[in-house]
DNA sequence: GCTAATTGGTGTTATCTCAACACTAAGATA
DNA sequence: TATCTTAGTGTTGAGATAACACCAATTAGC
């Protein structure tokens, strides 16, 4: 059967973009002013345009949102149960995007509300969407453990306290100050500048992420 | 804009399916008996009907091309590049299905040609499929170390020996038969059986796959 | 300007995990 | 019955990990 004869289900992408603010892990998500689903929250996205890569439209989704380009971008899962979408058979696939800290919103080009969310604190969200988002945080979770990911979530100068405290928030527990150091040092993924930065107490060096290391899937866990 | 106003892409799903033969890792492959590719060998796959979930549609391919039913089946990745079909956009979900080893490949329904062929000594593939069945590996190689999928490899019952060397075959490096044992064992992931395979040599206790274990993502990995 | 408070930065040691290693057991075959 | 073949079983040294406390540099408050 020749492709163009087969009923076709759409096709959308969906970003779930995922930054750390406020001490806590947080999502952005839009509210829908369409039906289905009119006045509840959801994950950004839309549908695939037919001269686009599946990466390419989640990255028009990202920086329409956001205004970012060149960040963390990974495919997640393609979510396509029949009646996940009341207005048809709709396929999903999902990305899942770390975007730096300090980012604030663009007003939405379609005028939608959009704002940040806690990812404990989450309202019911539209068609599937919960079950993306909490696939995006096992994910999360998951990688930081054995790449180099969490860089991703700050700026581009950092302290290595601010580090260990984003690790903590995505891990979910305490770690220690000493361990810390000397295994993402050991990991060579990071590299200090030469600037120091002041505040409350001591002032402490900053460091960038390296881009020539080789961020992904070291051998070892960084934090086991 | 409405779903139904969106030119669409066709989905398929695609099903690289491998099993454990001649002491090799190998791949179920077609031969595709129409344009695009006529001759060359694929993956096996087809469209998605508008009625059935991803998953089931992938269990029907590969019911379709072995008729076994109740194997392990996982979602790989969704490959979506433009220009990756000549026909049109073509947006194809990849399932990764791992059968047990003494399988014959049924008469294909459609009278296609199909063929186990060896992970090491595959021939040139259609579309992108190459890619996708070294991501397939990629993956079954990163996944056995660290949960128990490769039961799902061999028959319902198996010796320790047979299961060491499917562990070998798959990770391609020799394990120490003690430590290989006393790992498997405190993953409390098989339990013996009654029975004793006589063969060659002194006869061997016969295993099988807890079905109550929690085979998934163990916190430790099995075979560092 | 002196003291207290705050955060930054640094090594060592006990514990645990991992990898290496060799012999006895049971049955089949000659 | 001797030999061959595969099954089955624990211990130990080395390396990795986790636990742990103090001094340093600056700001804030008095």
Not at 85 to 90: A, F, K, L
Request: hydrophobic fraction near 40%.
């Amino acid at each position: 059967m020749a492709a163009s004869d087969y009923p076709k289900p759409s096709v959308t992408v969906d970003v779930v973009i995922i930054t750390l603010r406020a001490e806590e892990l947080q999502v952005l998500l839009v509210k829908r002013d369409l039906a289905p689903y009119k006045g509840r929250w959801a994950v950004p996205g839309g549908f695939v345009h037919l001269d686009e890569s599946l990466e390419t439209a989640a990255r028009r989704e990202l920086h329409e949102e956001t205004g970012v380009a060149d960040v963390y971008l990974e495919q997640l899962y393609t979510f396509g149960d029949p009646g996940r979408d009341p207005r048809g058979r709709v396929i999903s696939v999902a990305y899942i995007a770390l975007v730096p800290a300090p980012l604030t919103v663009e007003a939405g080009s379609d005028a939608r509300e959009a704002r940040w969310w806690s990812l404990s604190k989450l309202p019911p969200l539209a068609f599937d969407h919960d079950k993306m988002v909490q696939l995006a945080l096992t994910r999360l979770r998951y990688k930081i453990e054995y790449s180099a990911v969490g860089f991703r979530l700050l700026p581009e100068c950092f302290t290595l306290s601010e580090l260990q405290k984003a690790y903590e928030i995505i891990l979910g527990e305490p770690l220690d100050k000493r361990n810390f150091r000397r295994r993402i040092m050991e990991a060579e993924v990071i590299e200090p500048t030469d600037d120091i930065r002041a505040g409350e107490g001591r002032p402490a060096r900053l460091y960038r992420f390296r881009r020539d290391a080789v961020a992904e899937v070291k051998a070892r866990r960084l934090f086991p």
